[in-house]
Each structure stands twice: as structure tokens, then as C-alpha cells.
């Protein structure tokens, strides 16, 4: 089994910032594509940072400017960076990984996984 850790969510005000971190443990092998989505009260799930096992990144929109992410290989952990930050940006922040997992003693598999959410609040 593949599990991703979230760690860093929390309260903050308006203009603070925050660390978000997710490391992926247990049967996985590689990972290609990590990153964090968010889901706000009543809304759809939307990106908000994804990282690509070379450093390619792309950002929501409504992040672009204020969020930074970031990835350590070796450790299959990512981190979101969050600065500036205002109410609009509270939501449950999971964490995303796409890569290749052990299956059995000699095969692999290429999967999603995705992390139980930590809450960001930010209060105005």
C-alpha cells in the first residue's frame, strides 16, 4: 500500500503564511507527478500546485504569485509553500502523487493516490 502523510495545515490570519508538506511511504517505488489540490466549502476540488518529477510545476490561477512548490526525490516529499495568504484560500488541502508502486513480489503499477486532506483556515 501507498501512503501519503500531510502535515503543516492550521489556522492563520490574513497576509500570514503556511508550510504544507506530504511525503509518500510504504509500497511506492518512483514518483512522477506530486502536488496538492484544494476543495473549499461547496466547491469543486481545483488545483492549486503540482510538480513534476524534473521540476516542471504548474499553479491554479488563484494561487499563481503567492504559492511555491517544491519536491525532494529522494525523499518522495513535496511541499507547498503558501505566502500572502487571504480567506478565499481556506479549504482541505490534499495531497496528490501519481507514480509506480510495488505490486506482488515482481510486478509494478502505475497509480493515483491521494492523502486524507489537511485543513487550511484563514481568517480576515
Known amino acids: 500500500q501507498v501512503h501519503l502523510v500531510e502535515s503543516g495545515g492550521g489556522l492563520v490570519q490574513a497576509g500570514g503564511s503556511l508550510r504544507l508538506s506530504c511525503a509518500a511511504s510504504g509500497s511506492i517505488l518512483s514518483v512522477n507527478r506530486m502536488g496538492w489540490y484544494r476543495q473549499a466549502a461547496r466547491k469543486q476540488r481545483e488545483l492549486a500546485a503540482i510538480?513534476?518529477?524534473?521540476?516542471?510545476?504548474n499553479y491554479g490561477d488563484s494561487v499563481k504569485g503567492r504559492f511555491t512548490i517544491s519536491r525532494d526525490n529522494a525523499k518522495n516529499t513535496v511541499y507547498l509553500q503558501m505566502d500572502a495568504l487571504n480567506p478565499e484560500d481556506t479549504a482541505t488541502y490534499f495531497c496528490?502523487?501519481?507514480?509506480?508502486?510495488?505490486?506482488?513480489?515482481?510486478?509494478?503499477?502505475?497509480?493515483?493516490?491521494w492523502g486524507q486532506g489537511t485543513q487550511v483556515t484563514v481568517s480576515s
Open positions: 510538480i513534476s518529477s524534473g521540476g516542471d510545476v
Open positions: 496528490y502523487a501519481q507514480g509506480w508502486a510495488k505490486v506482488g513480489d515482481n510486478s509494478q503499477r502505475l497509480d493515483a493516490y
